[in-house]
């Protein structure tokens, strides 16, 4: 029983670590919290089950489909809105984001209502290993999110792209007298974000229903966990966001299921009164 | 349509209440609130179940701003240590733990049901058809209480400090001012004044129910405090009574556009409130009318005790 909880909670981590990750990276070299996260998860999610259950395309093409077309979304709202606000303050953006956040999901909402949509996906049945119930759709989580963090270490530790990025995030003054071209980074940085919550916006549509407030059901977690990870830090990310799946799962053992962003928002308290640089990050407390 | 006309200006009231605290807390402390619509359902369950037990609507009023100063300083004091957008995920995730116990705790609040049967204030003074003009003027007169208290509080040493702290906060602390303090204090002010306009909700509509709460609570107001100018009251008065007649106004659309249902209106307002906020940080991030500021010359012109000249400076600043 518990095997089986804390596995569970492994793969919802896991659909928690992709839009973290993106968060994260656009914190790192933005500055600012990206609170439209959540309603590019659903635009994600949206984008995918068009092609899916309106076009009849097969579920792989659709999400590959939806992370283009997502990243190319918020290239353009990148362009849009945050560009002509970078210079501005932190607050500044986070409302803007607020004000993206808000556009995204009600035009998700304009076009296909308030009711919950699936995906057409075949149904597999589960298998049992040493006891264990394992969903297809979990093995499919497990994979893609697996590979879209592999891909993510890939490109920020060994491509001239993801060096880059860091040093942008690192020192943004010295990275431009090293020549390295701020906006171009930034418009890679987005499309990244754009693949990765595409991503999990498909898995988090095959575990529940599509809804308009599916991202917005997610944002709460999503930010605890980069916050647990020390906002900034990829791979704290996903460890956030492991531990926060696990312990969301759990905790439905004793509070009921519908409480599991409490359980969030409770571990951000505690650990903002407690270590506010998060569990991986660098004192960056005010003085 | 005397009686819609009341109804809107009921609306419009409690959403200037709403735009005042936001005014207060992200205008002039530069604190941003993303839970306001938990933080108003709070407010407003306090009232509700206060009034409900019999222990009077006042006793509500009083209650809710308590909870909600309370609860906004305790967010507040959690993110102290960090940077803004700390406080701005808190507030958020607490309005969300907020719809949560809301549609959760049946036992308390009725569920997605809701608690109905609110008893109002001053019921029986007057006739039931005169009774909303009755909660209106009540109303008006709440708001302008509240508006004079932050006019003054605006002016005060500890308005000028509260803004010190939003420009620059080392600064403020090199002068020796308390950072920590001075938010909290503020973002509890706040809070006090959320929980009232959540209380005045509930006693209008009689009944509150978690559907009532949406974000979109959330999003008129900051359009409310954006549009009006940040930092300035009487911009927020224009701003919160044009963004509510806005959207109240839209319902009437509904009979004129008939392809769209309710849902597609709500969405394309919510659309347009997100593009009007970005438009305005964007485009024009100082609001419609400017912030109070204390000048230099205004000051000179106080100590030479020149009366002309003073009002003079005095109608520069309201300007």
Redesign the interface.
């Known amino acids: 029983m518990i095997a089986q909880v804390v596995l569970n909670g492994f793969i919802t981590g896991m659909i928690i670590a992709l839009p973290a990750i993106a968060l994260t990276l656009t914190y790192g070299i933005l500055k600012f919290p990206n609170f439209a996260i959540g309603a590019m998860l659903t635009a994600g999610a949206y984008l995918a089950f068009i092609c899916n259950s309106i076009l009849q395309l097969p579920l792989l093409l659709s999400a590959a489909i939806a992370a283009v077309g997502l990243a190319a979304t918020v290239v353009i709202v990148d362009r849009l809105v945050f560009s002509p606000l970078r210079e501005r303050t932190t607050i500044t953006l986070l409302v803007a984001s607020m004000g993206v956040s808000f556009v995204l999901e009600n035009m998700a909402r304009f076009a296909f209502g308030n009711s919950a949509r699936s995906f057409e996906a075949p149904i597999v049945r589960s298998m049992h290993i040493m006891g264990l119930r394992i969903n297809f759709e979990q093995i499919v989580t497990a994979a893609t999110a697996l590979a879209g963090m592999l891909a993510v270490y890939v490109i920020l530790r060994h491509t001239p792209l993801g060096r880059a990025m860091r040093a942008v995030a690192d020192n943004p003054a010295l990275a431009a007298v090293r020549g390295i071209d701020r906006e171009r980074i930034v418009r890679w940085m987005w499309v990244i974000v754009g693949v990765l919550t595409a991503a999990a916006g498909v898995l988090a549509g095959l575990d529940r229903a599509i809804d308009p407030l599916l991202g917005w059901n997610y944002v709460v977690t999503v930010f605890a966990a980069a916050i647990l990870g020390g906002l900034g830090n990829p791979l704290g990310a996903v460890l956030g966001a492991l531990t926060l799946g696990v312990v969301e799962e759990t905790s439905t053992l004793v509070i009921p299921p519908n409480y599991r962003q409490v359980v969030s928002f409770f571990a951000i308290a505690i650990l903002l009164l407690l270590r506010p640089q998060g569990l991986l990050g660098t004192v960056r407390v005010k003085k | 349509m005397t009686a819609y006309l009341v109804t809107i200006l009921i609306l419009v009231c409690i959403a200037i209440i709403l735009g005042l605290a936001l005014n207060l807390q992200?205008g002039l402390c530069?604190m941003?609130n993303?839970g306001m619509a938990g933080f108003f359902a709070l407010g407003a369950y306090a009232a509700a179940l206060v009034a409900l037990s019999g222990a009077g609507t006042l006793a509500g009023i009083v209650v809710a701003a308590l909870i909600c100063a309370a609860t906004c300083g305790a967010t507040a004091l959690?993110?102290l240590?960090?940077?803004?957008?700390?406080l701005?995920?808190?507030t958020?995730?607490?309005g969300?733990?907020i719809r949560?116990v809301t549609?959760?705790e049946s036992w308390l609040t009725g569920g997605s049901l809701g608690l109905p049967g609110i008893p109002r204030p001053l019921w029986g003074w007057v006739s039931e058809q005169n009774y909303e003009l009755l909660f209106l003027a009540l109303l008006v007169v709440v708001v302008l209480a509240l508006f004079l208290v932050l006019e003054v509080l605006i002016r005060s040493p500890f308005g000028r400090a509260v803004r010190a702290v939003r420009e620059d906060?080392?600064v403020a602390?090199t002068l020796g001012k308390n950072v920590t303090m001075l938010r909290v204090k503020a973002f509890a002010v706040g809070g006090a004044i959320i929980g009232i306009a959540g209380a005045f909700h509930a006693y209008y509509l009689t009944y509150v129910d978690p559907s009532q709460f949406s974000?979109i609570i959330t999003?008129y107001t900051?359009m409310a405090v954006?549009a009006g100018g940040r930092g300035s009251n009487k911009g927020l008065l224009f701003g919160a009574a044009t963004i509510m007649c806005l959207i109240e106004g839209s319902r009437f659309l509904k009979d004129i556009v008939q392809v769209l249902?309710a849902?597609?209106l709500?969405?394309?307002r919510?659309?347009l409130?997100?593009?009007?906020?970005?438009l305005f940080?964007?485009y024009r991030?100082q609001g419609f009318l400017l912030e109070y500021r204390l000048r230099s010359s205004s000051l000179l012109a106080r100590s030479s005790l020149n009366g002309a000249t003073r009002m003079h400076d005095f109608k520069q600043e309201a300007s």
Do not use: H, M, N
């Open positions: 992200w530069g941003v993303f959690v993110s240590r960090l940077s803004d957008e700390y701005a995920i808190l958020l995730g607490f969300e733990v949560l549609l959760s906060d080392t602390s974000a999003a900051f954006i249902d849902t597609q709500a969405s394309i919510l659309i409130i997100g593009l009007g906020l970005i940080l964007i991030p």
